[in-house]
């Protein structure tokens, strides 16, 4: 008699197991279906071919360094296009020829449009010049190297000590060594 109720509780046991394996490979079949724009998004062409972490990037013409850039995350794609991308920030370093620093520029976004020479940088611009003291903050700004220039479009706010100009404009050659607030619009000084 022991016997008989130990089989009804192994029957009852294997028969719970089957049902929770039946439903359990009906539940994976059924996740098992992919909509084919969500597969096409992780296509080749929407990921980066390389990505770099803690870069350190240095520029020089001749052995004179002219510029190093540091970001915690490059993209680099291909395809469709050869591009670069910070997407977690990035700093630039411009130096002089006794390899002081000239001039220094962060971005919490950059790209650069590798084929067309052209860096783009935007969200809490900073740029400051160590010759004259002054730091600029931007909304974005554009680095053309065919042009050999950096320049913004939008408004700029540049701060000297206790003077503060307001301008609609930003522009440089691509060393730093003329920078300039475009279409003031007034200086201030802050006396504290």
Not at 35 to 56: C, G, M, S, T, Y
Not at 157 to 177: A, I, P, Y
Request: net charge neutral; charged share 25%; with cysteine.
């Amino acid at each position: 008699m022991a016997q008989a109720k130990l089989g009804s509780a192994d029957s009852r046991w294997h028969r719970s197991v089957c049902y929770l394996l039946f439903c359990l490979c009906g539940i994976m079949a059924a996740s098992c279906v992919n909509d084919i724009e969500k597969v096409n998004f992780f296509n080749r062409q929407h990921l980066p071919a390389q990505e770099v972490k803690d870069a350190n990037i240095i520029r020089s013409v001749s052995g004179e360094l002219q510029v190093s850039v540091k970001a915690p995350v490059i993209d680099i794609y291909q395809k469709p296009e050869n591009k670069t991308v910070y997407p977690k920030g990035v700093q630039l370093y411009f130096y002089n020829a006794d390899r002081t620093k000239k001039a220094y520029m962060r971005a919490d976004y950059g790209i650069s449009y590798d084929d067309q020479n052209l860096m783009m940088a935007r969200d809490n611009v900073v740029i400051i010049d160590y010759r004259t003291g002054d730091t600029s903050y931007l909304d974005d700004l554009t680095w053309n190297s065919n042009e050999r220039r950096i320049y913004s479009n939008n408004p700029v706010r540049s701060v000297n000590g206790q003077r503060v100009t307001l301008g609609d404009g930003f522009v440089s050659d691509e060393n730093f060594e003329n920078p300039q607030v475009l279409h003031q619009r007034g200086t201030v000084v802050i006396n504290e």
